[in-house]
């Protein structure tokens, strides 16, 4: 078990262009999450998916943003024409589906947008 | 929906106490406790369930109160490694829910 892991670490793009990130996730773990952090806050949930479903997405993810899990294990998530406000420190997890699923982070994806 | 952590921050000695407190305003399903250090991913601590399951590492103790929807994370002992952040991250109890909205977090220095 090598844990979550995402790439790349880091990435500093110019505004309005377009970003993706990977997120591999413990192997057996069938549940795949998305948060974003900024600088003194708490992790901010994304979208969830359950194998290759996407189940719940936050109503304040804009249509910028677009993540898949095509095959249930690596995800991508995408950002499109990126923003200044869209740096942030960008997280994901992973759980099973069984029993006290607690969630595993990865090391995060740092997005800066200049 | 973000559950209000206090306090929000505590400076402690080697070897003294403090207890973390998480409250939501939603009815709870879950509360899970993680640790996050300066640069680094948070690490998972203690998941605490309704009807009483929990789930964590053994030196780390947290109650639950359904009815108050409040969480509390217990250190005693404290080690200077247990420096950093500590979030709270609630699951509501609606059908289908199973994101967690965590809260804005409790800065720990411990210091020698």
């Known amino acids: 078990d090598t844990g979550v892991s995402q790439n790349p670490r880091h990435k500093i793009t110019k505004r309005g262009q377009n970003v993706t990130f990977r997120c591999d996730p413990i192997s057996e773990h069938n549940r795949l999450y998305w948060y974003r952090q900024t600088l003194g806050q708490g992790p901010e949930f994304l979208t969830y998916f359950q194998n290759e479903a996407q189940l719940e997405k936050s109503r304040l993810l804009s249509d910028r943003f677009s993540a898949e899990r095509p095959k249930g294990s690596f995800s991508t998530l995408e950002i499109q024409r990126t923003e200044q406000g869209d740096s942030a420190m960008y997280l994901c997890?992973?759980?099973?589906?069984?029993?006290?699923?607690?969630?595993?982070f990865g090391p995060g994806t740092r997005l800066t947008v200049t | 929906q973000q559950p209000v952590q206090s306090p929000q921050a505590v400076i402690l000695r080697e070897g003294e106490d403090a207890v973390i407190n998480c409250s939501s305003s939603k009815a709870l399903y879950s509360v899970h406790w993680y640790r996050q250090k300066h640069g680094e991913a948070p690490v998972f601590l203690m998941i605490?369930?309704?009807?009483?399951e929990q789930k964590g590492h053994e030196k780390i103790s947290a109650s639950f109160n359904e009815k108050k929807q409040q969480s509390s994370l217990y250190l005693t002992a404290s080690q200077l490694s247990y420096s950093g952040t500590y979030f709270c991250g609630t699951e509501h109890e609606v059908a289908g829910a199973n994101n967690l909205f965590f809260g804005t977090g409790t800065r720990l220095t411990v210091i020698p």
């Open positions: 997890a992973s759980s099973l589906v069984v029993g006290a699923y607690e969630q595993y």
């Open positions: 605490l369930l309704k009807g009483g």
